[in-house]
């Protein structure tokens, strides 16, 4: 046995305690982003229904970049703009599932007892990088559903574009460069251990 293995083998980190952890955040991520993604295929489905609906239409299925436009979805919409709709969430859904594919990589590697490896480095890297492409493709997604939802509001004949940062993407952009600094400050430390191993 390898005297990394014998590192891991007795740390706090592979813990029934810890590994119940790895397990909820694994499972917990993929829940929450296949949630959120069914969630926003149905808006799609939803929006221009509205008869259909009772005339009542759920306030948590309309886009909120559309809500704090005080845009009004329109009353009724073709099909293809249905899947222009889909489209543009699937921009901000890539970037949500690259980042829950490399949480995915961090818990399975911590479940493996690879506490500090290079998986981990890598993954812990992923995570910033999608957090930050969370930030972005957020922008993109403001921009394009703003768009198509007052242009067939005004009958196609108009629309606006709305754009802002609030609450969440100032929190993917900070808990992104988190996730960097943090993957640099594992890539350092797993260096020097290498080097204190090499001594031995």
């Known amino acids: 046995m390898s005297s990394s293995s014998s590192r ?6 592979q813990s029934p305690s810890f590994r119940r952890l790895a397990w909820g955040l694994l499972a917990l991520s993929w829940t929450c982003a296949g949630a959120s993604f069914a969630l926003s295929l149905l ?6 229904h509205a008869e ?3 005339g009542w239409m759920p306030v948590g299925l309309v886009p909120a970049q559309a809500q704090l436009a005080g845009l009004t979805p329109p009353a009724s919409m073709d099909t293809p703009w249905r899947w222009v709709g889909v489209a543009l969430e699937c921009i901000p859904a890539a970037a949500m599932f690259y980042t829950v594919l490399c949480v995915h ?8 007892g690879e506490v500090f490896g290079a998986t981990v480095v890598a993954g812990f890297h992923g995570v910033g990088r999608g957090f930050l492409a969370m930030f972005v493709t957020s922008l993109l997604y403001q921009v394009g559903v703003t768009a198509l939802l007052s242009w067939l509001a005004s009958g196609q004949n108009g629309g606006m574009i709305a754009l802002g940062v609030g ?10 460069l988190m996730m960097l600094l943090l993957a640099h400050v594992l890539a350092e430390g797993r260096r020097l251990q290498a080097e204190a191993d090499a001594f031995v």
Do not use: K
């Open 52 to 54: 259909g609906w009772g």
């Open 43 to 48: 808006r799609w489905a939803a929006i221009g």
């Open 105 to 112: 990589r961090i818990c399975r590697a911590f479940l493996a």
């Open 167 to 176: 609450p969440f993407e100032v929190s993917t952009l900070v808990v992104g």
């Open 8 to 13: 891991t083998a007795g740390s706090p980190v």
